[in-house]
């Protein structure tokens, strides 16, 4: 496979972009974790080799074999990167069961191959470009696996590094383990009490919140427009994972629209995202 | 790759070195593909539709999964003929791209201003207009020509006369008989027709109990709607003169042959691209070995060889 050999113009904010390829994954290990989410560890060298915390791989849903991937169905699902060890050559990421894609994908077995794109879309900003400025990890449900190799990139930048965590109950606090193990001081919330504090995690984030920090944050679009909202309110930097629906990741269907905030149009969640600028959209338009 | 079948077809005045296009709104201006292939492999490729001034596109969700399909309703965003003619049609010479620009508008003028600009282009960058009446999901400069054949004729005849360019006329399904539309045009003074655009559509999300996509209906293509496109390239193939651009679903050699052999002189691949970027080259590939395997010296041997 040939691979995406251009090299990307990193953003001026420090977000960087990789040159994709396609890679025929080995899963190495494919564990039910919670209620309805699974840690699926791939071994996916060249990916492994390129990718950034914040950007993601598109997954072949059914492994590599004589049928060909299958006409339905029919797209790739997209999963944001939890943990990158480029040493072992592996990725991992943590989805959940939500339809029949993401069944099918639940299958894969050890030893089988999966066909990913990636890595796909800007990353976080590079942490070694502020490493004294504070950095606080805002995850909720599904959001919070993105940042374990965050956490992860973000310390190792010698960033102080904090993560505040949020879930429905404590079943849905997927990831938060890798963010923790990843050495990112981890306060946990749930809207029921079922672990740490009951409540949000944006109610913790405004105790917290200052001009001088910056924020990554992760989750359903109520929790990313109230951090933004906060972050907007205390001057401090912000950056956000988006999350839409898209058919191919690269760039080219134009589906996963995110409009700016100046109001000039939209943005591409793929490709100018998943990670966006604070500043730059409006998440509600 | 079968080395001894000649895959070079010509098309409404296209030389193609192979009749694997990508289709528009599949493949943006070539930038995202070209970072995976040369775009020079592709038979041609079918740049976004274009209009005379930057279009916003629809609010989102743009894009919903059926099954074996895919619904979108994008709403034809683009930046407009100026940022083609400056930015995107000097790269893709570059490339050496074989490059056809589809062409949208809210108006006849509209069509034709867009029409006419293209003679900016040095001489041989774009190898040929097509014509953009059948998108589903913008109120204007879709399916008011697209499934009118007074307007699609008009529009067409005015297109004709402000370009040079070989000019196809890409059609909607979502009408009672394609046949009429192809004939129309073609009397209008098409070079060609390419179909189909995608099926008006929708989803909805029960649990929400509101349809998935902000636009309500979308367009629906992918493999689910290939035997509606196989269908009408066949009638329309036998009712008209030019030559037939096969689109709907084609996802492997044998869907490119099928359409081929409905009488389709050159086929698009789009949807299949989004879960496989490399499609269209895979489909030429798989569709050399067919004919290779079938002992077919040419690939224009075939076309509509099933009416023979």
């Known amino acids: ?285 | 790759m079968g080395q001894a079948v000649d895959l070079g077809v010509h098309c409404a005045g296209l030389a193609c070195a192979n009749p694997v296009w990508a289709a528009s709104g599949c493949c943006n201006y070539g930038r995202e593909l070209a970072a995976l292939y040369p775009l020079a492999e592709l038979g041609a490729i079918c740049v976004k539709g274009t209009s005379l001034l930057p279009w916003r596109g629809n609010p989102g969700p743009r894009i919903a999964e059926t099954a074996a399909g895919l619904l979108n309703a994008i709403g034809l965003q683009n930046p407009g003929v100026d940022h083609l003619l400056a930015v995107d049609v000097p790269w893709l010479v570059e490339q050496g791209a074989t490059v056809v620009v589809n062409i949208v508008g809210r108006t006849v003028q509209e069509y034709v201003a867009v029409a006419a600009r293209l003679a900016e282009a040095p001489a041989g960058a774009i190898g040929a207009v097509e014509l953009n009446i059948s998108c589903p999901n913008v109120r204007e400069g879709g399916l008011q020509f697209g499934a009118d054949l007074r307007a699609a004729a008009e529009v067409t005849a005015a297109v004709r006369a402000a370009t040079a360019l070989p000019l196809l006329v890409k059609l909607s399904p979502n009408v009672t008989d394609v046949v009429a539309f192809a004939a129309a045009v073609e009397r209008a003074g098409a070079d060609g027709v390419s179909l189909i655009n995608t099926l008006l559509g929708m989803r909805l999300d029960a649990s929400r109990r509101r349809p998935v996509l902000a636009n309500l209906t979308g367009g629906l293509s992918g493999p689910a709607v290939k035997p509606v496109a196989l269908r009408m390239v066949w009638e329309v193939a036998q009712a008209v003169a030019i030559p037939v651009v096969g689109i709907g679903g084609i996802a492997s050699g044998l869907d490119a042959a099928e359409f081929m052999l409905a009488g389709a002189s050159a086929v698009q691949v789009g949807t299949a691209i989004f879960a496989d970027p490399r499609a269209p080259l895979r489909v030429r590939d798989e569709l050399a070995a067919w004919l290779c395997a079938q002992g077919v010296g040419a690939a224009r041997e075939i076309v509509g060889a099933a009416r023979d």
């Open chain 1, 1 to 285: 496979m040939r691979e995406g050999g251009r090299p990307l113009e990193p953003h001026a904010d420090g977000r960087q972009r990789s040159a994709w390829l396609e890679e025929q994954a080995e899963v190495r290990a494919h564990e039910r974790r919670g209620l309805d989410w699974f840690d699926l560890r791939l071994h996916a060298p060249q990916i492994a080799a390129r990718a950034l915390p914040g950007q993601f791989a598109q997954l072949q849903v059914r492994p590599v074999g004589p049928a060909g991937a299958g006409l339905d169905p029919l797209l790739r699902r997209p999963l944001s990167f939890c943990t990158l060890d480029p040493g072992r050559g592996e990725i991992s990421v943590i989805y959940r069961v939500v339809g029949r894609g993401t069944a099918l994908l639940a299958e894969a077995a050890p030893g089988q191959r999966l066909s990913l794109l990636g890595p796909l879309g800007s990353s976080f900003p590079d942490p070694r470009r502020a490493p004294a400025r504070p950095l606080l990890l805002v995850g909720g449900g599904l959001g919070i696996p993105p940042l374990a190799c965050a956490a992860a990139w973000a310390l190792a930048a010698g960033r102080p590094t904090r993560a505040l965590l949020g879930a429905r109950t404590a079943g849905y606090l997927a990831g938060a383990a890798e963010v923790a193990a990843a050495g990112a001081a981890v306060t946990a919330v749930t809207e029921d009490g079922s672990a740490g504090r009951r409540g949000l995690v944006t109610a913790e984030l405004a105790e917290v919140l200052t001009a001088e920090a910056d924020v990554w944050a992760c989750g359903p679009a109520p929790m990313l427009s109230a951090v933004q909202a906060l972050c907007r309110q205390h001057g401090a930097g912000c950056w956000l994972c988006v999350e839409r629906p898209m058919a191919c990741g690269f760039g080219v269907c134009i589906g996963c629209a995110v409009a700016r905030a100046d109001g000039t149009g939209y943005l591409k969640a793929c490709t100018d995202g998943p990670v966006l600028r604070g500043d730059e959209a409006d998440l509600a338009g």
